[in-house]
Nanobody, 115 residues
C-alpha cells in the first residue's frame, strides 16, 4: 500500500516562503510521476507542479518562477519550494503519485498566506 505524507504547511505572510515535503512509503522511482495539487475553499483541485520519472518538470502558469518542485531519491521525498507567496496561494496542498494508471494521494497540508 502506497502512503504519502505531506508536511511543511503553515501560516506565512505575503512575500514569504515555505517548503512542503511529501514522503513516500517506497521508492519514488516506482512512480511514473509525482506532483503537487492544491484546493482552495469552494474551488476544484488544481495541478500546481509535477515531476515525471525522467526528471522533467511542469508548472501551473500561476506559480511559474515562484515555485520549484524537486525530489530526493535517497529520502524518497518530493519537495515544493514556494517563494514570493501570495494570498491567492492559500489552499490545502496535496501530494499525488501515479503508478501504472493508479493515483495515490496524501492527506493534504494547509498553506495560509495572510498578513
Amino acid at each position: 500500500q502506497v502512503q504519502l505524507v505531506e508536511s511543511g504547511g503553515g501560516l506565512v505572510q505575503p512575500g514569504g516562503s515555505l517548503r512542503l515535503s511529501c514522503a513516500a512509503s517506497g521508492s519514488i522511482f516506482s512512480f511514473n510521476a509525482m506532483g503537487w495539487y492544491r484546493q482552495a475553499p469552494g474551488k476544484q483541485r488544481d495541478l500546481v507542479a509535477v515531476i515525471i520519472s525522467g526528471g522533467r518538470t511542469n508548472y501551473a502558469d500561476s506559480v511559474k518562477g515562484r515555485f520549484t518542485i524537486s525530489r530526493d531519491v535517497v529520502k524518497n521525498t518530493v519537495y515544493l519550494q514556494m517563494n514570493s507567496l501570495k494570498p491567492e496561494d492559500t489552499a490545502v496542498y496535496y501530494c499525488k503519485a501515479d503508478r501504472n494508471f493508479k493515483n495515490y494521494w496524501g492527506q493534504g497540508t494547509q498553506v495560509t498566506v495572510s498578513s
